[in-house]
T-cell receptor, first 110, second 118 residues
Framework: GENVEQHPSTLSVQEGDSAVIKCTYS??????FPWYKQELGKRPQLIID?????GEKKDQRIAVTLNKTAKHFSLHITETQPEDSAVYFC?????????FGAGTTVTVRA | ETGVTQTPRHLVMGMTNKKSLKCEQH?????MYWYKQSAKKPLELMFV???????ENNSVPSRFSPECPNSSHLFLHLHTLQPEDSALYLC?????????????????FGPGTRLLVL
């Protein structure tokens, strides 16, 4: 089955700086890669996703890149704000099945 | 709340108890999922139902028993659990567009049930 690894496990950034989280996957057949944000005590919420026929996608301060050859994808958050502090999960899969990374705890320092 | 709801939000049970978790989705989706979220570990997929039929069971112990009576409701029946089963149990739903679909659809999560087994 699919195995998704996520790095780093924790990330502390100064407000206004950029944050980058990287994930790798093992199954070359995976074609869907969502990113979820989970604030303390709340449900995971989708923030952006990318499909295997696209190399990059951007939504305001958030962007995701996908390298199918290397089987890795990354989340980029620019101009970080205190409300960006949360746990971020990457996931990869196909059909109805997703495998999740272990999460990155992002702390934005004011 | 709209979207995906779960009850109860918190549950404390002894190892000999029997309890059930409930999930309801108001999104018109036809696929529902149970995940287990433990601290510092990836979300673990437990069960998947598509069109009310179980299509995936990730070797989950038999003390967890799912039930999907219709496309809007999903239950997880619990009995004789162990302390290591304490975790956040998340329900999710999505629209399964079948084999002809080009890729998976987004999964939407409920708020979870925080379970503590004593």
């Amino acid at each position: 089955g699919e195995n998704v690894e996520q790095h780093p496990s924790t990330l502390s950034v100064q407000e206004g700086d950029s944050a980058v989280i990287k994930c790798t996957y093992s199954d070359s057949a995976s074609n869907y890669f969502p990113w979820y944000k989970q604030e303390l005590g709340k449900r995971p919420q989708l923030i952006i996703d990318i499909r295997s026929n696209v190399g990059e996608k951007k939504d305001q301060r958030i962007a995701v890149t996908l390298n199918k050859t290397a089987k890795h994808f990354s989340l980029h958050i620019t101009e970080t704000q205190p409300e960006d502090s949360a746990v971020y999960f990457c996931a990869g899969g196909r059909d109805y099945k997703l495998s999740f990374g272990a999460g990155t705890t992002v702390t934005v320092r004011a | 709340e709209t979207g995906v709801t779960q009850t109860p939000r918190h549950l404390v049970m002894g190892m000999t108890n029997k309890k059930s978790l409930k999930c309801e989705q108001h999104l018109g989706h036809n696929a529902m999922y149970w995940y287990k979220q433990s601290a510092k570990k990836p979300l673990e997929l437990m069960f998947v139902y598509s069109l009310e039929e179980r299509v995936e069971n990730n070797s989950v112990p038999s003390r967890f028993s799912p039930e999907c009576p219709n496309s809007s409701h999903l239950f997880l029946h619990l009995h004789t659990l162990q302390p290591e089963d304490s975790a956040l149990y998340l329900c999710a739903s999505s629209q399964d567009r079948g084999e002809r679909a080009s890729g998976q659809e987004t999964q939407y999560f409920g708020p979870g049930t925080r379970l503590l087994v004593l």
